[in-house]
């Protein structure tokens, strides 16, 4: 004799969404007992956390919703990028001008909005997070005076194409502009000083990374929809481009200001 075939088991799968259901039900039963919901209310279980958002935001609230703990007035995650590129991708060449896969991009985009750990596996990764960040920023970081300042240069450090130490202004403009940044808000003031320091360590390693004033200045005018004078003028009057200040000239920070990790 064969034996018969062993019968199968019936009983309940729980399921990840039939768990659910039981719950919701167990749920809206107990309510309804305390007079807390009608029986034509329903209950959603939704598991899935609510994303924060940082990139797209005004620049205040970006720096409010992931602040630094050091108090300096910019995102947290920006400044983590800037790191990075710092100590890693300086002279990388093609740093800014190469970007990873989208796929990446919207990944590390996620993480930053997210508040979790920002993992980079190369200085592309990196250079451009902080492209997207700069370019979805919705108020303009320079005011359009600050292009009027510029253009009133006398000294050429408006219209130079090549990061030239030792050229400095005497005709005011960079007194001005200083001046000007002292009236905007703190956290526009920071990014622009920030990024402007940062270009000009990029730029110092043109003839590893490929990435001078010319190819440099123009994505800076994409990203801050500043225009090419404005660049070029704030390149060479953030500090001296060389480390060695000129007696008597004037820069738009002082000596002692730097890129704080």
Not at 74 to 95: K, Q, W
Not at 103 to 115: H, K, Q, T, W, Y
């Amino acid at each position: 004799m064969h034996d018969e075939p062993e019968k199968k088991k019936k009983g309940l799968k729980l399921t990840r969404k039939s768990t659910r259901k039981i719950i919701g039900k167990w749920r809206k039963l107990s309510s309804e007992e305390h007079g807390e919901l009608s029986t034509t209310e329903s209950i959603e279980i939704d598991d899935v956390p609510s994303v924060k958002r940082v990139l797209g935001l005004p620049l205040s609230e970006s720096v409010a919703a992931d602040p630094s703990f050091d108090g300096i007035p910019l995102p947290s995650f920006f400044r983590y990028a800037l790191d990075f590129v710092e100590e890693n991708g300086l002279c990388t060449e093609g740093i800014y001008r190469l970007s990873p896969p989208k796929s990446r991009l919207d990944e590390l985009e996620r993480r930053a909005n997210c508040g979790e750990m920002m993992v980079f596996t190369d200085p592309h990764e990196a250079a451009g997070l902080i492209k997207r960040f700069l370019r979805q920023i919705p108020e303009c970081v320079v005011p359009p005076e600050f292009d009027v300042i510029a253009e009133s240069c006398s000294c050429g450090l408006a219209t130079t194409t090549q990061l030239t130490p030792k050229l400095v202004c005497n005709c005011g403009a960079v007194r001005n502009l200083r001046e000007s940044l002292n009236r905007i808000g703190i956290e526009r003031k920071t990014l622009f000083i920030y990024v402007f320091l940062h270009a000009q360590h990029v730029m110092a390693q043109e003839k590893e990374n490929k990435m001078g004033l010319q190819a440099l200045g123009l994505l800076l005018q994409t990203v801050l929809e500043m225009s090419r004078k404005m660049v070029c003028f704030s390149a060479h009057a953030i500090r001296p481009c060389d480390g060695i200040t000129v007696p008597g000239a004037y820069y738009l920070v002082d000596e002692d200001t730097k890129i704080i990790k």
